[in-house]
């Protein structure tokens, strides 16, 4: 009886362990925690935050957000605006409405003829919206919309806004007035200079503001006349405004927030914002909120200090990733970078490389590099804890790639080129000699070629001496193709471009487009896992393909919706886990024998003899990794047979290049019990048993 009992515990606790395991797919890690956020509104006490890839609501004060997005598409929020009964999102696909706080959303707008709605607004039960093909008004709470801009000579609107009766529309060529619900509009700009209107704003019952490129202006007419207030804010394009009665705010391009308490007449920094870019400013419940590129500030004392809060956004741009002896390092085009000390279950910020923008990470043998959008290349000769400007004398700070073996570094800027450095980038000499485009979107060391991927162009350039020379290897490629990166796998190459994945079996000589499976074909990106290849679209689609790009299949289940905001920028894998890196969505992972069927040995140690390994996890619930090896190159057939010996599963059967391969056996669909697996290659064979824990 005692042994009974033991035995019934033990299985109590591995069902306990192995409960909840779902299907596979990608999932979200811990962290990054930032984002871009676009705008801020509130229904009562819970806050409202667009971003650049749907709404996540804060129920305290800011503290913690949550995705709200259910019903939207993965797109950029341009504003949120608030009523009383409803919440809209205008957003890239139009509008869509919740009415019970963001639980659900549906697309109310019906009868506008452009997709880009900017900003909303109302008079008493009057909706108004702002987009790329002039205003729209409803009656019936945004069920449909009706075109009133008559009188108007510009129909790319950015914003509206109303004080009282009066509806003010800002455009590319200033502001517009209309008394009578958009039924008539007339020119209201006088005094105003600086062409857009980037935000208007209303204080009191008699102000409105709009904000250009030659800072804010104020009219207490109805905008009859306009007043310039900018006086010492500099900069001075303002894009956002806060107005409140004894201070305002605004958030000026490149150069964060600024404060006045006297009306305009004094401008100064908010100096504990610390983020050039401020999307939108909010007061609810006596609290003040900013709204930034890496989340949102909080003041809860009037604006006299802010404190920065994001987390639970899951919205950071991630453009690279980088393994290193610190951990995995990711690479952000906005919110700097983060670091993981777990394969990429956890993510927290990694202060040490100083800047918010990062296109490319790459190490050499003694050195890491950092490719910035604003402030050059940076280098690290201590492990990522110091980082240098290096390439200095390159005047263009903005770097679109790097890349490193053993001494050699190259790196190629915006505008000014392309560079190498042969000595971990103490000097740098330009690259010139033969790579006739230095629009390079990446170069890949591959042995002891070197190959650059030019976007503009659509050429690929290969270097066979350490980048000394260059000669353009592209045939077989379309016009202007706009190559993203170039990979190897079992010595065929792989190239994303905009049209497709192109496969060379020839070292570049020759190209051939295999989309077969596919149904986005815009590619940014490309990675070789041993035999197994991934590819990543503009549009969000992830692919995989084990027979060197014959035939692809998707890897999207738990990636956000298709959508130019979850566009696939970058696969890595650390250790045990694979990471796919999104713009505007972060970081997804999930264990890489999911994925990869095949790890070649890193170090070229081929096994010297046949081998099938035990499985792991051993019980399992429900998938587990099988690992074998083949000294040879042959046909392999591994299978899953039950207690009867009856064949229930396949897990591979075909043509396998000698080495060491890792496989996951996904077995949702069979029940509790032990079974078995077995591998036969040529006159080798081999069973092992297994436990299905359910």
């Not at 591995?14 to 409960?19: A, D, E, Q, S």
Request: aromatic share 12%.
């Amino acid at each position: 009886m005692q042994k009974l009992f033991r035995l019934s515990v033990s299985t109590l606790l591995l069902g306990l362990i192995f409960m909840g395991v779902s299907n596979a797919q990608w999932q979200v890690p811990s962290g990054p925690d930032a984002g871009v956020v676009n705008c801020l509104a509130n229904q009562d006490s819970i806050i409202f935050a667009g971003t650049l890839s749907g709404v996540y609501k804060s129920t305290d004060s800011g503290l913690t957000w949550t995705n709200a997005s259910s019903g939207l598409p993965t797109t950029y929020i341009y504003d949120i605006y608030s009523t009383p009964s409803s919440i809209y999102a205008c957003c890239f696909e139009g509008i869509f409405r919740t009415d019970d706080l963001g639980d659900s959303w549906t697309e109310t707008d019906n009868g506008i003829s452009t997709d880009n709605v900017y900003s909303m607004t109302s008079i008493d039960t009057v909706l108004f919206a702002a987009t790329m093909n002039g205003v729209y008004r409803s009656v019936d709470n945004g069920n449909f919309w009706t075109r009133v801009d008559t009188g108007m000579t510009d129909p790319f609107v950015n914003n509206v806004t109303a004080l009282g009766a009066y509806l003010f529309a800002g455009t590319d060529e200033g502001v517009y007035m209309s008394p009578d619900h958009g039924d008539t509009w007339e020119y209201a700009n006088n005094g105003i200079t600086g062409g857009s209107i980037h935000a208007m704003g209303i204080l009191g019952r008699s102000q409105v503001f709009a904000g250009t490129n030659d800072g804010i202006f104020v009219s207490t007419d109805q905008g009859a006349n306009w007043t310039s207030i900018t006086n010492n804010l500099v900069p001075t394009a303002v894009y956002s405004m806060g107005l409140y009665s004894d201070r305002m705010f605004v958030g000026v391009a490149k150069g964060g927030a600024f404060v006045s308490t006297d009306q305009g007449s004094t401008w100064n920094p908010v100096v504990q914002i610390d983020n050039p870019y401020i999307g939108d400013f909010l007061s609810n419940n006596g609290m003040l909120y900013a709204s930034s590129a890496d989340g949102v500030y909080k003041s809860t004392d009037n604006g006299d200090t802010w404190n920065s809060y994001s987390a639970g956004f899951h919205a950071s741009s991630v453009r690279v990733f980088l393994n290193t002896e610190a951990g995995t390092l990711a690479g952000t085009f906005d919110n700097g970078a983060f670091i993981s000390h777990d394969d990429g279950l956890t993510w927290e910020p990694f202060p040490n490389i100083n800047t918010s923008g990062i296109r490319g990470l790459a190490k050499s043998n003694s050195a890491l590099f950092a490719a910035t959008l604003t402030d050059g290349l940076l280098r690290s000769t201590d492990g990522g804890d110091t980082w240098e400007r290096v390439m200095s004398s390159v005047r263009d700070t903005y770097i679109r790639t790097v890349a490193a073996q053993g001494n050699t570094v190259l790196s190629a800027t915006f505008s000014a080129g392309a560079y190498r450095s042969t000595d971990n980038g103490d000097s740098w000499s330009p690259l010139s000699s033969g790579l006739t485009d230095t629009d390079i979107e990446s170069f890949t060391f591959i042995g002891s070629d070197i190959y650059a991927s030019t976007t503009f162009s659509g050429f690929i350039f290969r270097s066979t001496d350490d980048g000394e020379t260059w000669t353009q290897s592209s045939n077989g490629l379309s016009n202007y193709s706009s190559v993203h990166k170039v990979v190897e796998a079992d010595n065929y190459l792989f190239a994303a471009a905009g049209d497709g994945v192109y496969v060379s079996d020839d070292g570049g000589n020759n190209w051939t487009l295999r989309n077969n499976g596919m149904t986005s074909t815009l590619m940014l990106t490309v990675e070789a896992f041993g035999s197994t290849v991934l590819a990543g679209t503009a549009e969000g689609y992830a692919y995989k393909t084990t027979d060197y790009g014959i035939t692809w299949t998707s890897i999207n289940d738990g990636l956000p919706p298709y959508g130019y905001t979850s566009a696939i920028e970058a696969f890595n894998k650390s250790g045990q886990n694979l990471m796919c890196a999104t713009f505007s969505t972060g970081i997804f992972w999930r264990p890489a024998g999911e994925i990869i069927t095949s790890v070649r040995d890193e170090n070229n140690n081929m096994p010297k003899e046949f081998a099938l390994s035990q499985n792991y996890p051993n019980p399992f619930n429900p998938t587990t990794q099988i690992s074998y090896s083949i000294p040879t190159d042959g046909m392999v057939h591994i299978d899953v047979y039950n207690a009867l010996g009856e064949r229930v599963a396949e897990i591979v059967n075909g043509f396998k290049r000698a080495g060491s391969y890792d496989v996951a056996f996904n077995a949702s669909h069979l029940a509790s019990g032990v079974y078995y697996y077995r591998i036969e290659s040529g006159s080798f064979t081999s069973t092992k048993k297994m436990i299905l824990l359910r």
